[in-house]
């Protein structure tokens, strides 16, 4: 790596929901930010105003917040190097595109979609191996190389629509180091004359972001791979301005693949398979349409930025629940991979049980707690804290809580009939009837004392474990779900507990 301060840019354009891949694009650019002691810069790549989203910006700003990547340079926070949006930096490609002109590098074209459309058909009828606008075409197209200097200036100054091509070199070997890739080698002649100043006087991806990168001083550009194939261009757009020397380094992250390994992850195989692929939920807003969020279906932002640091690298150890701290400081884009990184939703799921079970009770009280007030259910915190400490291991999500313990806050409604017809023997209620008076005698009811009271009943009675603790529980829980059965009868109480049995020796009837 060369000395230069590192400034990394992520640089999304807003024309929809931000995918997971490009907050992982995000994310590494952080980590790589913060390992140098570098800047993150965010810029708003929104030139094309056709693709342009409603809400796409803040939308975008707002995924990064929650995951806790902390913007140096932005149109939040202003910089040195800003505007950050590039709809706002309109005059600076105006005056770029006319100076690679100058330079001989580039040139007007007036071609209408009709004559474009009209070499291409010409092309493709020829058979021809050339299929676009390149050093070879352009010479029978209406551009400023075939054009006189008077015809141009005229057609310009006459409001004639025009786009400014770039002149691609003929048969150029061009040969680039990416950190991540390797050496990048393309022939000239595979490329074409590509616009990269359009006729509503606005600049393209290409120019805009070379043009942008050069001003903000970015020292490295962390992108995706889907990037890479305008990497030559962008190398020879460098050279063209003569900015070579100060040209950023290159790291294209490989592809997210779906879950089979087989094609770029989309929000198809979220669908199918049940899993968001954007970090918030978005609801479109032209078709209303609303898609789910890692957020919103209960994701911890630690958990979902350690899945995302783990596609495509690994700090090298056996190691996978890292904190960002920890991230930061193990970050290196030399370790990242090449190939494409399988997503794994059933490992993201173990990644959110890891974090919630790493919190605390009383925070995850508290988060219960919403979810009841919710409900209507008023419940002490102490009470809510040791139902967490009973479920916390059971559970990927703060969600899957009432699941797991509706029953410490309402009597069964009903009973599980299939439980019923294979638990509740003929001689149930009376064993119950019975244990149930050996409880009401117990004066401390706690966990030692009632597996001790029980255990002596099994053996007086000469009974298995499970002709008891079954029915048993059918009675507390209404079914044969939930934690241990001494857990549950030490955190209901004895009143309740006995309350419970009584209600189930009273209505559990066979069918
Ligand atoms: N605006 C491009 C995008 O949407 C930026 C690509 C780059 O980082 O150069 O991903």
Redesign the pocket.
Known sequence: MNNRKVRVRF???PTGPLHMGGVRTALFNYLFARKNNGSFILRI?DTDQSRYVQGAEDYIIESLKWCGINIDEGIEEGGAYGPYRQSDRKEIYKEFAERLIELGNAYYAFDTAEELEEMRNKLKAEKSSIQQYNAITRRSMRNSFTLSVEETTKLIDSDTPFVIRFKMPENEEVIVEDIIRGTVKVNTNQLDDKVLFKSDGMPT?HLA?IVDDHLMKISH?I??EE?LPSLPLHVLLYRSFGWEKTMPEFAHLPLLLKPNGKGKLSKRDGDALGFPVFPLEWTDPKTGEVSNGYREDGYFPEAFVNILALLGWNPGTEKEILSLRELTSSFDLIKVHKAGAKFDHEKAKWFNHQYLAGKSDQKLARLYQTILKEKGITSDDSFVINVVKLIKERVNFVSEFWEQSFFFFQKPGEYDPKVVKKRWKENTPELLSELKKQLDVLEIFNHDNLEKTIQDFLEEKELGMGQVMNPLRLTLVGGGIGPGVLDIVELLGKQETLDRIQAGIDNIKKE
């Open positions: 640089a999304p354009s790549e991806y972001n550009v992108r995706g990037w």
